[in-house]
């Protein structure tokens, strides 16, 4: 098991704190982009990041805000919606792992969740050649506007049974792919996937769709 470690993300001029894991023999890295108001230490993604690593996939963790937009967007609120910046953010983030000697040889996902899970499809649909994979957890992939039809990722929207409004906006949402895609419902889970077996079966879906779509050999799972 890779051993978790504190970088520093450099995404432009922005220093962002960030959480790196890469096991031996990775074949891909997976970039997440946490949801409105959250950071780098939500436990659901951490849970999914460590879930990854258990099949061989490296990941980074990171906070798209620095310490005075966090301030900022604490009172305004204007930050974490604001997708155009967020993407923006995100493609510097995967910038920098290109750039980095570790990193570049590893083929990168995103795995977005809530508002980020839009930033992700819209800085995928910005490297359609460097981006191997998307898989969107609660998200808001309608947030991602007309970037949708400009995405090239194989694309993963997994949301709760039980997250109506927001289970309607990724069926909406996934008709507007081009992209080779999927819906799964998570039977009678609400939005940030608490009930018992949950999460865990995300993370085993999501597993299995960056496995498959980033080079390794596990088998491709996508029902229950």
């Given at each position: 098991m890779a051993v978790e470690?504190?970088?520093?993300?450099?995404?432009?001029?922005?220093?962002?704190?960030?959480?790196?894991?890469?096991?031996?023999?990775?074949?891909?890295?997976v970039i997440f982009a946490h949801g409105s108001g959250s950071s780098r230490h939500s436990p659901r993604n951490r849970y999914v990041a460590y879930s990854l690593r258990t099949v061989g996939l490296g990941t980074l963790l990171f906070d798209l805000l620095t310490e005075d937009e966090e301030a900022e967007d604490e009172v305004t609120e204007a930050l974490r919606f604001d997708i155009d910046f967020l993407a923006g953010r995100l493609g510097e983030v995967t910038d920098w792992v290109f750039r980095h000697p570790e990193l570049s040889r590893l083929r990168v996902g995103y795995f977005g969740s809530?508002?980020?899970?839009?930033?992700?499809?819209?800085?995928?649909?910005?490297?359609?050649?460097?981006?191997?994979?998307?898989?969107s957890r609660g998200g808001r992939p309608d947030l991602a506007g007309g970037a949708l039809a400009r995405v090239r990722a194989p694309t993963l929207l997994l949301v709760g049974g039980a997250d109506d409004v927001v289970l309607e906006l990724n069926q909406e949402a996934l008709e507007r792919l081009r992209s080779p895609k999927a819906l799964e419902v998570i039977p009678g889970a609400t939005h940030l996937f608490p009930e018992p077996g949950a999460l865990e079966r995300v993370a085993a879906i999501a597993g299995g769709w960056f496995v498959h779509f980033l080079g390794g050999t596990l088998e491709l799972e996508t029902r229950p």
């Open positions: 470690r504190e970088v520093e993300v450099m995404a432009g001029e922005a220093r962002l704190g960030g959480t790196l894991a890469v096991p031996e023999g990775a074949q891909g890295l809530s508002t980020g899970a839009a930033a992700a499809l819209v800085a995928a649909a910005e490297r359609t050649e460097a981006i191997g994979a998307v898989v």
